[in-house]
C-alpha cells in the first residue's frame, strides 16, 4: 500500500519524505534541531509520523492567496 495525505496512518520516515518531498535526511536534521516542528511519534528506536500530522503542517506552511 501507498499511502497518501488522505490516510490517516503512522509511516515511517522514508515514505514521510516521499509524502512532502524533503529528503530523509531532510526530515531526521529537523527532529534534531527542532526546525519546522513536524510531530513524530518515537516508538522504542523508531520514529513514526502520522499522516494527518503531515498534511496539517504543510496547511500551516501554505503561503502567497487561497488555493
Same mark, same amino acid.
Given at each position: 500500500?501507498?499511502?497518501?495525505?488522505?490516510?490517516?496512518?503512522? /509511516?515511517?520516515?522514508?515514505?514521510?519524505?516521499?509524502?512532502?518531498?524533503?529528503?530523509?535526511?531532510?526530515? &531526521?536534521?529537523?527532529?534534531?534541531? $527542532?526546525e519546522n516542528?513536524?510531530?513524530? /511519534?518515537?516508538?522504542?528506536?523508531?520514529?513514526?509520523?502520522?499522516?494527518?500530522?503531515?498534511?496539517?503542517? &504543510?496547511?500551516?506552511?501554505?503561503? $502567497?492567496?487561497?488555493?
Amino acid at each position: 500500500m501507498t499511502p497518501s495525505l488522505q490516510d490517516d496512518i503512522i /509511516i515511517d520516515t522514508e515514505q514521510a519524505s516521499v509524502l512532502i518531498c524533503t529528503p530523509a535526511a531532510t526530515l &531526521i536534521k529537523w527532529r534534531s534541531t $527542532g526546525e519546522n516542528k513536524i510531530p513524530f /511519534i518515537k516508538i522504542g528506536r523508531n520514529v513514526r509520523y502520522r499522516t494527518k500530522d503531515l498534511k496539517d503542517w &504543510i496547511e500551516a506552511h501554505v503561503q $502567497g492567496g487561497e488555493i
